[in-house]
């Protein structure tokens, strides 16, 4: 089965350590994924962080890719996506994060 990633929506956010925008997804027309983190990486890019819940004992991912494949499929749509967004805000000049 074709893995499809769609309806990406990012959202630019004020940095803060790193994080630099919030992003959400559909998987395969089936799942909708939320509140995954986009963070600068220090050599340059971008990572994705999943959300996890804190507990008692630490804490534990609500969700994430179980396997690089799918990993990297979803962390180059939804970077490429949060690039254009960024490129577009950039272009217009009309964000303003502070």
Not at 60 to 78: D, G, S
């Amino acid at each position: 089965m074709k893995t499809k990633i769609s309806e990406i929506q990012v959202t630019p956010i004020k940095a803060k350590d790193g994080l630099v925008a919030i992003a959400s997804f559909v998987y395969n027309e089936d799942f909708y994924m939320g509140s995954i983190g986009i963070y600068t990486r220090p050599q340059a890019g971008y990572r994705l962080a999943y959300p996890t819940r804190k507990t008692g004992n630490g804490s534990f991912n609500l969700f994430h890719p179980i396997n690089k494949t799918i990993a990297e499929e979803i962390e180059k749509a939804v970077i490429s996506k949060f690039e254009e967004v960024m490129n577009l805000y950039d272009r217009h000049d009309s964000f303003n994060l502070e």
